[in-house]
């Protein structure tokens, strides 16, 4: 019993707390990433930069009215609009190519984005203000009210994603191209026009995530290449193009980073994700939440 | 002995297709009429699917024309065509497995200009045919069995409601009692001025179900005959399908 007594409870569970908070956001960005492979076989490296440039389009937005849900709402649909035209202008000639093709393409695509924005915006990190301002207590810390809120939106948007790919006559079009492209186009779904769809969604859901994370630390032009490396882990863990699996392994790693970084340093703390991907790739190659194909 | 231009409803001409570099489909020509039931008859490999899904869209013929209704649709994506009035019914099913029964059916239902009344009439109609289907309208399609698969692939062809459904082979691998079902629900799609083209193994099958057969050989239609004129001993049929 005395080893339960060596637990330091109190921040167990603070690091619960957080560890949930970067798994909300990290799902809502690897929902996006896992969407867009699952529907169209693309893996997505300019993911971390539509999630950066979700959070100046924030800053911008912000800056000029003073409104945070403005700020998110704005530039959730200016990214999704960017999206679309890149799927257009960059992946949609790449159909049905070498897959290399589209990870050079958004490769090239990511560096672009992220030079633009610090020829655009400097190296100097912006601020995003906070919505709401308010702590509580937990324990001996003074535990802010946004990070709470930004779990909570998290889980709103992913919760709603869910319910429009369940019940949505869209969201069915994207299960089915998902499942089968060929059998999707011989039922009449426009399925170029499904591709383009998915991969806004996907880029607006990285905008929001890109948006609520703002406040928590300083917007500048890499921000997005430690999340998109995350959110990689994350949907490989959770099985390539599963939405469930991705989310389930979003909060799975950041709760055991929280964890581990009770016992050693932050910074030593990441490992934990890459021995996670490593035993995932030994010994379930298809991701932890998939049941082993028959 | 070919159908009269007029009633043609689709119209295959000189159809010429690839797969990279092997030549698949050396000009096929054929045609099927508005509401007629055409068997398509041949050993394995001599091109019929290739032939059903060059209509569809689904592999793009180097030379040849396609006509529905008289107008030309080769080059068209094949979700054009679908709305266009073709179903598709493939040799594997390609049913939704992930997605359920009622799933399956929505991705051809739901299309601008259907009514929620029509949507429901076609519903109970695909249930009325398969009762099964609307037993199991919220179980995944992966579930299903290989016949009850084979039902679900055609009803869902059936939503688009289509003038003509091209059918790769629903009898393969099925017992009696689905292939004399099979047959039935062809016969109910003929009654109600559906076309079918059909592609098939089952020889005494197909030519009890079609109006007419066109037999395929090395990527040609080399017979074309009325049904009721052939019959299984015929040495037409022995010297292309005979083994």
Known sequence: ????????????VIQTVNGIVTGMILALIASGLTLIFGIMDVVNFAHGELFMLGAYMGV???????NFWLALVLAVMMVAILGAAIQITTLRPLVGRDPLTTILATFGLSLILQN?????????????????????????????????????????????FWLFLKYGK???WIRATTQDRVMAQAMGIPVPLVHTAAFAIGAGMAAASGVLFGPLVGVNHVMGLDWVLKAFIVVVVGGMGNLGGAIGAAIFISLLEAYASLVVSPAQAVIVSFVV??????????GLFVPTPK | MSAPAAASLVSVEDLHTFYGKSHILHGVTLHVGKGEVVGLLGRNGVGKSTTLKSIMGLV?????????ESQPIAGLPPHKLARMGIGYVPEDRRIFKLLTVMENLRTGLDRAGVTEARKKELLDKVFAYFPVLGERRDQAGGTLS??????????????????????????EGLMPRMVSQIREIIGVLHKEGVAILLV???????????????IMEKGAIRHHAASKELNVNDPVIQEYLGV
């Open chain 2, 200 to 214: 098939e193994q089952n020889v005494p099958m197909t030519l009890e179900a079609s109006q007419r057969v066109y």
């Open chain 1, 170 to 172: 869209y969201g069915i």
């Open chain 1, 1 to 12: 019993m005395g080893f339960l007594a060596a637990i330091p409870w109190d921040q167990v």
């Open chain 1, 116 to 160: 633009y924005a610090l020829w655009q915006f400097g190296p100097v990190p912006r601020k995003i203000g906070e919505p709401i301002s308010g702590h509580f207590n937990l324990f001996y810390l003074e535990y802010p009210y946004y990070r709470i809120l930004i779990a909570v939106l998290s889980a709103g948007i992913i919760g709603a």
């Open chain 1, 60 to 66: 911008v937005v912000f800056a000029t009215s003073g």
């Open chain 2, 60 to 68: 793009q013929p180097t030379k040849g024309a396609v006509t529905l």
């Open chain 1, 277 to 286: 991907l490593i035993f995932t790739l030994l010994f379930r190659p298809t």
């Open chain 2, 146 to 171: 290989g016949g009850e698969q084979q039902m679900l692939a055609i009803a869902r062809a059936m939503m688009l409601e289509p003038k003509i459904i091209l059918l790769d082979e629903p009898t």
